[in-house]
């Protein structure tokens, strides 16, 4: 028997998600491609640019302007929630891509940052000849940290898979019908 001893390495992964669940909501896709489903918030502008935003049966998620564009920076502001929105989409892409394929993650990060344009000051009397493909989200960078029991060449198949089906990263890319009325 020998004294040296071999470093034993353990993975810790990150909690799995339901892999029949998810295969059986699959096949609802190919069943059905045409189903969509609808999500509500109901927003209520508390003052300044504060607002309180209900989802569901959730605490309300608050949203802000920092103080250099007159809010109370109590919370995020609108297009940081926006980007919040796109890095818990491509998480849950990940991970369910990940899954799919049989692979277990041990750390998933996303990093995001876009540069947002509001010289219209929300057009409230700033550069009021900006159309409105010169305004909002100019360029959106996402850098994801992904570790798993796969190789770095499958890891990255699958953050480019999770991407291309993303419906959040698909509606920041396409045009959408959009309309907005008074109540």
Same mark, same amino acid.
């Given at each position: 028997? #020998?004294?040296?001893?071999?470093?034993?390495?353990?993975?810790?992964?990150?909690?799995?998600?339901?892999?029949?669940?998810?295969?059986?909501?699959?096949?609802? /896709?190919?069943?059905?491609?045409? #189903?969509?489903?609808?999500?509500?918030?109901?927003?209520?502008?508390? /003052?300044?640019?504060? #607002?309180?935003?209900?989802? /569901?049966?959730?605490?309300?998620?608050?949203?802000?302007?920092?103080?250099?564009?007159? =809010?109370?920076?109590?919370?995020?502001? *609108?297009?940081?929630?926006?980007?919040?929105?796109?890095? =818990?989409?491509?998480?849950? =892409?990940?991970?369910?891509?990940?899954?799919?394929?049989?692979?277990?993650?041990?750390?998933?990060?996303?990093?995001?940052? /876009?540069?947002?344009?509001?010289?219209?000051?929300?057009?409230?009397?700033?550069?009021?000849?900006?159309?409105?493909?010169?305004?909002g989200f100019q360029a959106v960078r996402v850098k994801v940290n992904v570790e798993g029991d796969a190789s770095q060449e499958v890891l990255d198949e699958i953050v480019k898979h999770a991407n291309y089906y993303?419906?959040?990263?698909? #509606?920041?890319?396409? *045009?959408?019908?959009?309309?907005?009325?008074?109540?």
């Open positions: 028997m #020998s004294n040296t001893q071999q470093a034993e390495t353990v993975n810790v992964y990150l909690r799995p998600i339901d892999a029949a669940g998810l295969a059986a909501f699959a096949e609802k /896709g190919r069943a059905n491609p045409a #189903s969509k489903g609808t999500n509500k918030v109901h927003t209520v502008l508390e /003052g300044q640019y504060r #607002s309180l935003n209900y989802v /569901g049966d959730h605490e309300p998620v608050i949203v802000d302007e920092p103080l250099h564009l007159f =809010g109370q920076n109590t919370a995020p502001a *609108p297009g940081e929630i926006v980007l919040s929105g796109l890095g =818990g989409c491509l998480a849950v =892409g990940i991970q369910a891509v990940a899954t799919w394929k049989q692979v277990k993650l041990t750390k998933l990060e996303i990093f995001l940052e /876009g540069d947002i344009g509001n010289s219209a000051a929300w057009g409230a009397g700033g550069a009021l000849d900006k159309q409105p493909a010169q305004m993303s419906p959040v990263a698909n #509606s920041i890319r396409n *045009p959408i019908p959009f309309e907005i009325t008074t109540a």
